[in-house]
């Protein structure tokens, strides 16, 4: 493959692509009359195709005049022409010059008509705000005598700018050039990278406008500032052509890396994520939930990523964890890499600020490492200097250094950007690479790297030997376990709901949010799991960062659906407009607006994780019975409002099931926590039997056989398993089983199950939900039904990637992951559907 057609296929997964040509020479083929010029209709049909599709933006910038560019362009819908070699954007444009240029544009003309009619075969093209002298069908030494005419006489007046082209001299009365506006297109439309199609001498200003990711491509001979050359108008349309099968690929999502796929780093403050390839291709640092380092993920290379590749290319590698462990090992034939973040001297436990990912290659052949860098997703430039001891990231708010002693590395200029590239001979010692984040030093470590690999894997195997992991899935039960405890934050005891933002519930489209906060809803549904497996700490620990929230709070009852880690309120949602999205999912979205949502079911799961921990015995002090107390209080204050629901629907507040019946479980989980703690309420069952018969009254519909999602409407909805799941309903009560069959009938599609199918107000469709999937297996084994149970539970375990990985959604029809990942919610009912299956045994 030739480096251009290398540059091409990068090109094609630029977040926003700039695709720019001449018009005459590259679209159209130089001829005698340029009147008759006629574009090639290769060219013309892969400019449109370009432009039709998302944040891909097509520009035609010609010496034309901008009415003359329109006739010949054709159906120019969604083309961006510019005329005038770029002072031409808009119709109408003469009427804006000055009179002063209008004046003056009016004494060229009658110079050059003197000139062109003492020179048989000129043609003296007029544009609003030039006039350019073609001379291409003129004999020598005729042609030469009338440019050196022109150069001395109306070239030389004031306020006259001069273009030499091929076969052509043009006189503007404004200064303009294609460079400008290539310029001022790339500014507008916000483009990662742009690549240039010219011929001409007035091309060269485009050409020196290129940088970093962009490309140049000059047509025919001639010096030229481009980087690649092609011989005629008839290689560019094929260059075209390739340019627009490759973007509609990778818009689709062709060469996107399966999230499944992707194996998670975790110290329990900053995550990464590693691709089967051993490529870091996410990284947020010093926290879960920090601005990212590495973003490849949502935006491709340009968006940052971290690379050890065998030269020349190898066999696919082999991908696992280290037992138990989150030191995960990529081994090609000849080499292998162990990547994992420092967990060694209880580093897990500090303050966030420090964070050190370390990779470590031990083999034999020659292998290139690209260490590319991109703070804050790539909003920031990122420039970098290496010196013997490593690289140090220039310009960053905290200081980050990757340490590698030794190495030789070729810094490269990437438009805003540097990325540093190296390439060694394996052979003896293990190479140890170092990246660490909060400090500028590149003394190496007090500690031997085999050491604190050790220390590090037996942070996370030491507690894993602590669980009771049931018989059913046992390595998958105790992978989805430790992905719990690494998406908690050790220096608060926040449990992220997932360690990504915006990978797509649906592929293509909006429904893309930001997971790497805390919904004190699903951290306690996390910690519940853990707790059945025989972890209390996990749980002790989130209902620690729970009381400090709610300490922080004016009003107690006003719980949000969702915090920082840290525990503090989320800044305002945010979009990333330079990052393409994966699949070309975007928005990229940075917080989550679910924040000014009231959810009435927040109050439940803390309020069963307190009553679980109190049957296992757990020391639970004053200040867990506060916390209920608030619990409880909240829903006496609050359980008649209507509210978002446990799905955030970005449409008005309705009365939904599930919340009800999690307000329920509050209240009935309190009187198990006052009796565990020797206290009294005894207006609390009174209270917990009337929220209990408002949902048999409303809930309720005879005419599904089933609960509805709303009291308002007659939807099915996958949360209204929670009726029977809770102890609201025994199993053998009809109306729960009535739901089960509801649910099965009308959300169930093969081995997932949705979450709904009404009307959301979000444009397109999601996938089967991990997380309902699991309540109805443990439907199926609650009623009896066993073995639709352990069939459903079966294709649910297939639905994890080959290092146990299981993301938030599935697309039963496009056969693929979906949504953020590792998902708690997807590892959480995992753990609770194999614990209800061993117990059904």
């Not at 509609?248 to 062709?254: K, P, Q, V, Y």
Request: aromatic letters at 8%.
């Amino acid at each position: 493959m030739s480096d251009l057609a290398v540059r091409i296929e990068e090109l094609a997964r630029s977040a926003v692509l700039l695709v720019a040509s001449d018009y005459d020479g590259t679209l159209a083929p130089i001829v005698a009359l340029p009147a008759e010029a006629k574009p090639m209709r290769e060219s013309m049909i892969a400019l449109r195709a370009l432009a039709a599709m998302p944040h891909t933006h097509v520009a035609i910038i010609s010496g034309r005049c901008l009415s003359d560019l329109s006739a010949h362009a054709g159906d120019a819908s969604g083309l961006r022409l510019v005329g005038s070699h770029g002072s031409e954007f808009e119709p109408g444009y003469a009427a804006t010059l000055s009179p002063q240029a209008q004046q003056l544009r009016s004494t060229l003309g009658t110079a050059l008509h003197e000139i062109a009619a003492r020179c048989p075969g000129a043609w003296l093209e007029e544009k609003p705000a030039a006039l350019a002298f073609h001379h291409r069908n003129v004999a020598e030494p005729a042609a030469s005598q009338a440019v050196a005419s022109i150069m001395a006489g109306p070239a030389k007046l004031h306020g006259v700018f001069v273009r030499l082209g091929k076969m052509v001299v043009e006189l503007s009365v404004v200064e303009t050039n294609k460079g400008l506006a290539l310029e001022k297109i790339r500014t507008q439309v916000g483009a990662t990278a742009a690549i240039y199609f010219g011929d001409d001498a007035t091309d060269e200003d485009a050409f020196a406008k290129l940088a970093g990711p962009d490309v140049g491509v000059k047509v025919g001979p001639g010096n030229t500032r481009a980087a690649f050359r092609v011989a005629d108008d008839l290689e560019v349309s094929h260059l075209l052509a390739r340019l627009a099968e490759l973007r509609a690929e990778w818009l689709a999502g062709g060469d996107a890396i399966p999230i499944e796929r992707l194996s998670l780093l975790s110290d329990q403050r900053s995550t990464a994520l590693v691709a089967p390839n051993g490529r870091v291709v996410w990284g947020c640092f010093p926290r879960i939930d920090s601005p990212a380092l590495f973003a490849e993920l949502l935006g491709g290379p340009t968006a940052g990523y971290f690379d050890i590749a065998p030269v020349g290319g190898a066999a696919p590698p082999a991908q696992n964890y280290v037992r138990d462990s989150f030191v995960l090992e990529t081994h090609w034939p000849t080499f292998r890499v162990w990547d994992y973040l420092d967990c060694s001297d209880g580093r897990a436990f500090q303050r966030a600020g420090r964070t050190d990912l370390i990779r470590v290659i031990h083999g034999h052949g020659r292998v290139t490492i690209t260490f590319s860098p991109r703070l804050d997703f790539g909003r920031t430039h990122t420039r970098l200097r290496a010196d013997q001891g490593g690289v140090e990231i220039e310009g960053a708010t905290d200081p980050i250094v990757l340490l590698a002693p030794g190495l030789s590395w070729d810094i490269r200029d990437e438009g805003a950007h540097q990325t540093a590239v190296c390439e060694v001979d394996l052979g003896g010692a293990p190479l140890v690479l170092e990246l660490r984040y909060g400090t500028g030093s590149l003394v190496p470590a007090m500690l031997a790297e085999p050491q604190r690999r050790s220390q590090s894997e037996k942070f996370w195997r030491g507690w894993a030997e602590t669980l009771a992991v049931p018989s059913v899935a046992t390595e998958l039960v105790r992978r989805s376990a430790l992905v719990l405890k690494a998406l908690a934050y050790g220096p608060s005891g926040a449990i992220a709901a997932a360690a990504t933002t915006s990978l797509p519930e649906h592929a293509g489209g909006v429904r893309n949010w930001d997971y790497r906060y805390c919904w004190p809803r699903d951290a306690a549904l996390s910690a519940a799991a853990l707790v059945r497996l025989g972890n209390t700490g996990l749980a002790m620990k989130f209902l620690d960062w729970a009381l400090a929230v709610l300490d922080r709070l004016a009003d107690p009852h006003r719980l949000r659906p969702v915090y920082t880690v840290d525990g503090h309120d989320l800044g305002p949602e945010a979009e990333i407009g330079g990052l393409s999205g994966y699949r070309g999912s975007r928005p990229v979205r940075v917080g989550n607006a679910a924040a000014q949502q009231v959810q009435l079911d927040v109050f439940g799961p803390i309020a069963d994780l307190i009553a679980l921990l109190a049957a296992r015995g757990a020391p639970l002090s004053s200040d867990h019975w506060r916390l209920t107390e608030h619990m409880v209080n909240a829903v006496a204050h609050r359980w008649q409002e209507p509210d978002h629901g446990i799905w955030e629907p970005r449409k008005p507040a309705s009365h939904h099931v599930h919340s009800k019946v999690m307000c329920w479980l509050t209240v009935d989980r309190g009187i198990a926590v006052a009796a565990y703690t020797g206290r009294r309420r005894p207006e609390w069952p009174a209270l917990r039997d009337q929220i209990a018969a408002d949902v048999l009254e409303r809930g309720w519909k005879p005419a599904l056989n089933g609960f509805s999602a709303t009291y308002e409407d007659s939807e099915p909805d996958a949360a209204t398993l929670c009726v029977g799941l809770s102890g609201l309903l025994p199993p053998t009560d009809p109306r729960f089983v009535g739901t089960v069959g509801l649910v099965e009938r009308t959300l169930r599609d093969g081995p997932t199950v949705m979450r709904y199918r009404y009307d959301d107000g979000l444009p397109g469709s999601e996938g089967g939900f991990n997380l309902c999937t699991s309540w109805l297996i443990e439907a199926y084994a609650l009623i009896g039904r066993r073995a639709d149970a352990e069939a459903l539970f079966n294709d649910y375990c297939k639905l994890a990637g080959p290092t146990g990985m299981i993301p938030e959604e599935y697309d039963p029809v496009q056969r693929r992951a979906l949504g953020n990942h590792p998902q708690a919610y997807s590892h959480l009912g995992l753990i609770n559907a194999a614990l209800r299956l061993a117990l059904t045994e």
